[in-house]
């Protein structure tokens, strides 16, 4: 069974820091790309950030652009995302995803986890 198992959310406060980890099970995404997105209550899923499969291209969504870093162990089959300065507006529910291009668009993604939430307090 295709897995892809999110962790590290939880509560921080605003300026704080979280390092999601999301790792995969039943297949290696080696050869994928793989993403985060996020969902805050009452709002669309967006795009956070994405990185090729062999790590050399990332790319990020202006909101997060130089607080964020998004990084891959292709030996561990896991995606990370490091989350520094955090703001109250980052709460959400952060899922990763892999797909066989790094899109900012979810439609593109075939293996999605189920989510972590991320609470930044004032």
């Known amino acids: 069974q295709v897995q892809l198992e999110e962790s590290g959310g939880g509560l921080v406060q605003a300026g704080g820091s979280l390092r999601l980890s999301c790792a995969a099970s039943?297949?290696?995404?080696?050869?994928?790309?793989r993403s985060w997105f996020r969902q805050a209550p009452g709002k669309e899923r967006e795009f956070v950030a994405t990185i090729t499969w062999s790590g050399a291209t990332t790319n990020y969504a202006d909101s997060v652009k130089g607080r964020f870093t998004i990084s891959r162990d292709n030996a561990k089959n896991t995606l990370y995302l490091q989350m520094n300065s955090l703001k109250p507006e980052d709460t959400a529910n952060y899922y990763c995803?892999?797909?066989?291009?790094?899109?900012?668009?979810?439609?593109?993604?075939?293996?999605w986890g189920q989510g972590t939430q991320v609470t930044v307090s004032s």
């Open positions: 995803a892999a797909g066989s291009t790094a899109s900012i668009s979810e439609y593109e993604y075939v293996y």
């Open positions: 039943g297949r290696t995404f080696n050869t994928y790309a």
